[in-house]
């Protein structure tokens, strides 16, 4: 098994947490407080996803 690059895991981390951020900020945010705009909870899931699947591409191709 190959080993993961110390620069591919801090790039996985950083878009990890961007996820986190998008996913907390544009999903749960808007449907905790009440003022769901369907629009902006879909982007802010969709986003969550892509920098968490960008995540899991640093780690599986050591980018």
Do not use: C, H
Not at 9 to 20: H, L, N, P, T, V
Not at 22 to 27: C, H, L, N, T, W
Not at 32 to 44: A, D, H, K
């Amino acid at each position: 098994m190959e080993e993961v690059s110390e620069k591919s895991k801090a790039y996985s981390e950083i878009a990890r947490d961007i996820g986190q951020v998008f996913f907390a900020s544009m999903f749960i945010g808007p449907i905790i407080s009440s003022s769901v705009n369907f629009t902006l909870t879909f982007y802010g899931l969709t986003l969550s996803i892509l920098a968490w699947y960008l995540s899991i591409l640093f780690i599986k191709n050591n980018l």
